[in-house]
């Protein structure tokens, strides 16, 4: 079985949000096992599963990304777009556009302190847009 | 075809750990062509595909991953959990929650030099918990 | 439905290579509605998706690379293959050795300004080895 949906996330400013919630309201139902594949459909934002309980972590990881991959260093030529905007592809490839979660008994099978984020990485990103393909 | 399985792996030490072994022991019978998902169910320790036979190269990439997310960093607010918590979720995030590996010819097809690895970045994670979904 | 097919690469200099192109040109059919697995053999390269249009960001992201992971650092204790060898395999964890992309309409549905890169992060890394799964 293969079930497939194509969403907007509702538009977030810089930063870690957890998007669980939003996800699994987009989804179908779901098989009873399988597995869910999201991936985001851009280059300077990426998906990623982490703590969900814990706000401070999010803020934390936000500036974490910002110390590794710093704005404004004096090797970028790619710099017409913004000061955010090299920096921002940079991190979507370390964290990456794409996750696979299991689906067991009907539901994501993440552990209990885990949860989908959406790592915006621009200033302005606007709406960002999934496609959630199910494989069961 | 859809076959999961969750198992335990055994309690590591902070640091990176082959696991290709203890992995496909944990496995039921594959499938002739499809692919192999993993998927950790905590924050804090991660998941790759990295050399397998010298151990020299997992130690380096445990210092590599202390210098790019160093601990104790002035503007971490996340710190109730212990100096390596908030560095441990950032770790898990760059590296990866997940990994999908190609199935052929009834074998995890990884190449030559290709293993399994455990990124534990926990001082004391204790028992990390592992979902296998394998398609074909 | 499961095909699955491996195939070279074109050897490429160090460096962040646009391969969308050379990977279409190596599946086979596609399915209307699916998912492509593509698997790198190797450990000192990763595959990942970026931004398709500017070279320029190919260029920076492979400075930014060198810069988080550095040559030379006094802390390795790999180094016998090379200043290159030890930086390539912690890049690669950080990218990740696969990527999953949705089929859609028998398309890959990559989002306007995506497309697949090759991360060459050797000197000189000779021919890489793709595997390619596609369910649907």
């Given at each position: 079985m293969v079930n497939q949906v194509e969403f907007n996330l509702r538009q977030k400013r810089r930063g870690v949000h957890l998007i669980t919630d939003e996800v699994i309201q987009a989804l179908p139902e779901l098989p009873l096992t399988g597995i869910l594949h999201l991936f985001i459909k851009h280059t300077s934002a990426a998906l990623s599963i982490n703590e969900?309980?814990?706000p401070s972590v999010r803020e934390d990881m936000n500036r974490i990304f910002d110390h590794v991959v710093p704005e404004?260093?004096?090797?970028?030529?790619?710099?017409l777009e913004g000061d955010d905007d090299m920096p921002a592809h940079a991190k979507a490839t370390f964290v990456g556009s794409n996750i696979t979660i299991p689906i067991s008994r009907g539901r994501l099978?993440?552990?209990?302190w885990q949860g989908i984020y959406l790592?915006?990485?621009?200033?302005?990103?606007?709406s960002r847009r999934i496609v959630a393909t199910i494989m069961g």
């Open positions: 969900n309980a814990d404004n260093q004096y090797y970028f030529t790619h710099t099978n993440l552990g209990t790592c915006e990485f621009r200033n302005y990103g606007g």
